[in-house]
């Protein structure tokens, strides 16, 4: 028996040119109503311009395929040559937005090429019927409440009401205009000619929306880690592919594990001294991507050695036990008390131990001055998140400018002794466990001498018990069980019978301890508060030496953010016009509450102090800073002809505020603090 073959008669899938599908003169594609408003951002469009461009400089075998369109055919009472737009509409919107980006480039260039702007405009403009009493019209069609704003921009039709218009078409459109010089647009307009999709069009019977689904919400989404893994492959032969998987990135995954994607984040803030984002954003592929462009295969090869260099080391700090040295393989089993927020600082420290350029006693000291710092800020109730950046640029500049930049965010003696008095003790048996010089602390129990929960007939003394202690006396006591002078570490058989007993009979089993500073506890006649906090001094003293504070002058104020670790969000986060506090400018207080009022002070004060800087940057990123109003938006005028455009989004304006800081080598001077508000967004 012999079964046909049946051809599908509601989906037709094609394979196409992006550029050459979208030139066709046939083709006019609507926006439905059901559609959402055009969301992307200028984060979005820099990656589609770097993408396109990238692409552009390969060989001309080289395409770029940017996913599939999935539309239908127009009912009846419409143009039936029209595309109605199911899916694909926020990746056809920014490009047609590129388009007319060059366009009006080329237009506006007396040098420009009228045979060039011709092809430009055939993707932009609808081919007129004969008879028709129409205006020009777009390609694109966004439904009416769009339809207006959208055709002003890519026909450069503005009226003077739209000068100060908001809208993601103008700032995408401004964006890609800032971005592109007349002579590159032949460059652009070469890689956008080697974009590709698949054209799915739907028949009447087709179910649109079932279709949709599938495309969009079926399987499970690529990891960073899987999305760096096909990148990093992608373009190679079948040989290559197999060398560079054999040789570089299956030993990764083996040093690795299941935290692969966690190295790859701890890399590139390594390698970068940025935060790199996790949730939501794709930002380690994004900021792998940024870090390396697409490679040949020899540049390949030498990147993907440092690679697997690195995961080597990484491996260490995952496993300490693997560390040939014992006084190591401790300091790193210490250091992973606090988690793996240090790793980036860490496996650089580690990796250039194993290659040579750092002795064993300065890799031990790196790993004590962590400790202490991680140690310190917890005990003093500061948070210890986004600080391994700034230390991982810190050590960029030296040894001698990690330990400085250490010691400056690290609680001074006088702040840790007052909070070890009073506050819970964080890690108790790791703390416990050095102050007593001791190992194997996995086999030792936490001792509450005076219990966190006390019967009623629990003495201290041996003469009065718990229920006749006056409330002051008993609120007195629970406000210091969990503190550093109450706490000590036990044998499990002593733990076990020293359990819900009194102190005087806890005192016998104390002695019976082999670690030092619970046998001590035995010496003490009566467990009161005045005992505990005696025993908090003397323990304290020894904190102080086992996580010392490296020397240094001044401490930096612990509620500050230095500004290349500020927070970069997507868009306008509802609370973003009192993000900020204040910011500190080499030393001055600016009463600067968003980072729109950031980055145009930051502009202004600049190009007073040090224009040269500025110039350079906004040369090598296309902006903000032109010598023209060229296109609708929101501008500040800095001289007679000079201008500062305004119409950024928060991400993209912090961005520039960090990268003109840096030009100006000025960046480490700078501090955010942030509101109330800044810290809950």
Partial sequence: MVTALVTATNVDATAVNTIAWLSAPETTIVVPVYQRQYRWDIGGCEQLLGDIRAVSDLHDRHTHFIGSILSTAADDETDDSELVLIDGQQRITTLMLLVAALHHTVSADPDGDPALAAELERVLVRRQLPGSTDATRTKLRPHRAWAQVFESVVLDRRSPDDVSRESRFDDNYAFFRSQVRPDEVPRIWRGLQKLEHVAITLGADANAQQIFESLNSTGEPLRDHELIHNYVLMGLSHTEQSEVEDDYWLPIEQNTGEQIASFWRHYLVMKTGREVAVAGERGVYDAFRQQFPRL????????????????????????????????????????????????????????????????????????????????????????????????????????????????????????VRVALKYSELPHPAYVLGRIAGVDGIDELDLEHIFPVAPADSWTGDGVREWADYSDDEQNSHR?????????????????????????PEKRALYAQSAVPTTADVAATPSWTTAAIADRTVRLTDVFLRVWA???????????????????????????????????????????????????????????????????????????????????????????EANYLYMGWDSKYMLTAVQGVLEEAGIAAEVFVKYSYFGAVM
């Avoid at 993907?304 to 401790?330: G, I, K, N, Q």
């Avoid at 950046?389 to 006088?414: F, K, N």
């Avoid at 504070?549 to 016009?577: F, M, N, Q």
Wanted: with cysteine.
């Fill in 479 to 503: 406000a210091l069980a969990q503190t550093l002078g109450n706490l000590a570490l036990l044998e499990q058989p002593l733990f076990e019978r020293a359990l819900d007993k009194s102190f």
């Fill in 549 to 639: 504070r490296p020397r240094t002058v001044g401490i930096d104020d612990d509620g500050l953010t230095p500004v290349l670790d500020a927070v970069k969000r997507r868009g306008w986060p509802r609370g973003w016009e009192r993000e900020f506090e204040y910011v500190e400018y080499r030393g001055e207080h600016w009463e600067v509450y968003d980072v729109k009022y950031l980055f145009n002070r930051i502009f202004r004060r600049l190009w007073a102090d040090s224009r040269e800087a500025v110039v350079a940057f906004s040369a090598r990123r296309g902006g903000p800073i032109y010598e023209a109003q060229a296109w609708n938006g929101h501008w500040d005028q800095l001289d």
């Fill in 296 to 415: 040949d295969l020899d540049t390949l090869r030498t990147h993907a050695a440092e690679w697997r260099a690195y995961s080597e080391a990484y491996r260490v700090l995952l496993m300490p036990a693997d560390a040939p040295d014992a006084d190591v393989a401790r300091q790193l089993t210490y250091l992973n008390t606090f988690g793996r927020g240090m790793y980036p600082l860490v496996m650089r420290a580690y990796h250039d131990h194993s290659e040579g350029t750092v002795s064993r006693d300065e890799l031990i000291a790196v790993l004590e001055h962590v400790q202490s710092l991680l140690l310190r800020r917890t005990v003093s109730g500061l948070g210890n998140e986004r600080l391994v950046a700034r230390l991982c640029r810190a050590r960029d500049d030296g040894p001698e400018s990690l330990v400085l930049a250490i010691a400056r965010i690290t609680p001074s003696d006088e702040r």
